[in-house]
């Protein structure tokens, strides 16, 4: 089975900026933005995140979080005229937003949250996590005396998936969406969606993880269809990129630049 050094390597080589050193970094920050992207965009947002992302990880070619700024800084840029899933007219856009449960210790970050007066829609993003198992695990906090503000579907969740080890991170979307609901519980006029956008190769289905983490995502969605806290979809970021094909606006030129950028066949 390939393992994730396997597509690091292959996204290494396939890219053709000669700024990129042999182990797939690049020396700043800016070096891996996309042209247009003014680092004051996402600066703050990452700073004050918990993952200290900038420091290190962002100049990876293969970084996770730059592929979320270079996909959304546009989105921030220009929130109040963007649209999706039909609702537009955002006023706050921002990278790594923490929604607490009330347990205390660190929230988890979502990678990019837009919000206006009607919906709160969180996106949750991935590069190549998605190619390693990872074991579910959750403090024993996680409990009805601690969240007694959850329906009981949720800890019927967390005791089906506990311990067990998944190529989907089952634990940090249970976790995001206990955030959110509690964040509703302030707001509870506000449609909450969960959004879990991904990054696959164009072959993906030669690939055993990226097939198994097709096949955990499609049960855990058919599961989460029942709760009725918020709303759980999943989107590659090629069926996101293609919604824009059809528009004349800067989001479908910026989305052809990250497609040309990320777009690629192991």
Same mark, same amino acid.
């Given at each position: ?51 200290? &992302? ?64 009607? =919906? ?7 590069? $190549? ?23 009981? *579907? ?38 909450? =969606? ?17 097939? &198994? ?6 049960? *855990?969605?058919? $599961? ?7 709303? *759980? ?34």
């Amino acid at each position: 089975m390939a393992t994730r050094k396997t597509f690091e390597k292959a996204i290494i080589a396939k890219c053709k900026n000669p700024n990129l050193k042999a182990n797939g970094y690049f020396s700043t920050n800016k070096e891996n933005l996309l042209e247009g992207i003014d680092i004051s965009l996402f600066q703050e947002d990452l700073t004050s995140g918990s993952g200290n &992302e900038l420091q290190s990880k962002f100049n990876a070619i293969y970084s996770s979080a730059a592929l979320a700024v270079n996909n959304f800084s546009i989105v921030k840029k220009e929130s109040s005229t963007f649209n999706y899933l039909g609702y537009s007219n955002f006023y706050d856009a921002k990278f790594e937003r923490k929604f607490i449960t009330g347990l205390g210790g660190t929230a988890p970050n979502l990678d990019f949250t837009i919000e206006n007066n009607d =919906v709160v829609i969180a996106f949750e993003s991935k590069y $190549l996590e998605i190619t390693t198992k990872k074991k579910v695990k959750f403090a024993k906090s996680y409990n009805k005396e601690k969240l007694n503000y959850l329906d009981d *579907f949720w800890f019927d969740i967390i005791n089906q998936h506990k311990d067990s080890r998944f190529y989907l991170d089952v634990a940090q979307l249970i976790k995001h969406a206990i955030g959110l609901i509690n964040y509703k519980r302030k707001y509870s006029t506000k449609k909450i =969606v969960l959004v879990y956008i991904y990054w696959l190769p164009e072959n993906y289905e030669a690939f055993t993880n990226f097939k &198994e983490h097709q096949k955990e995502l499609r049960e *855990f969605e058919a $599961l989460l269809k029942e709760n009725k806290d918020l709303q *759980f979809i999943s989107t590659t970021y090629t069926e996101f990129w293609k919604a824009y094909e059809h528009e004349n606006s800067i989001f479908k030129k910026h989305f052809n630049k990250v497609k040309k950028r990320y777009k690629i066949k192991i």
